[in-house]
């Protein structure tokens, strides 16, 4: 007997799969993201250390988004776009919006 999730996967491509995986691991890295950065805030600024493992966490979120970027970009699946008020298009990237964002709503700051 299959369940709903099982039959509603095999009508999915491996590069869909994969998307909504990404999707869903988006959600806790953007969680931990913010935590990290409420912490840099709360925390004091001489705890050097303390300052240090939240930098390496946030180093490590930014690499595990990169990483499903990439991911999703090697399966053949398409990105969103982010359009520029030059009226140009880019390809969305680690570089150019917030990758961690579930919906992939981005952003280009001028």
């Known amino acids: 007997m299959t369940t709903h999730a099982q039959a509603d996967s095999s009508f999915l491509s491996p590069a869909e799969v994969l998307a909504n995986i990404a999707h869903e ?4 890295l953007s969680n931990i993201e913010s935590i990290a950065y409420y912490l840099s805030m ?24 990169a990483i499903l970027t990439q991911g999703l970009r090697r399966a053949g699946y398409p990105l969103p776009l982010i359009s520029a008020s030059n009226g140009e298009s ?19 700051l001028e």
């Open 42 to 65: 709360v925390l004091p600024q001489g705890d050097g250390r303390a300052q240090s493992e939240l930098a390496r966490i946030r180093a490590l979120v930014d690499q595990s988004g």
């Open 90 to 108: 880019y390809e969305a990237s680690s570089q150019e919006c917030d990758v961690f964002d579930a919906r992939q709503l981005c952003l280009v």
């Open 25 to 28: 691991l988006r959600q806790p």
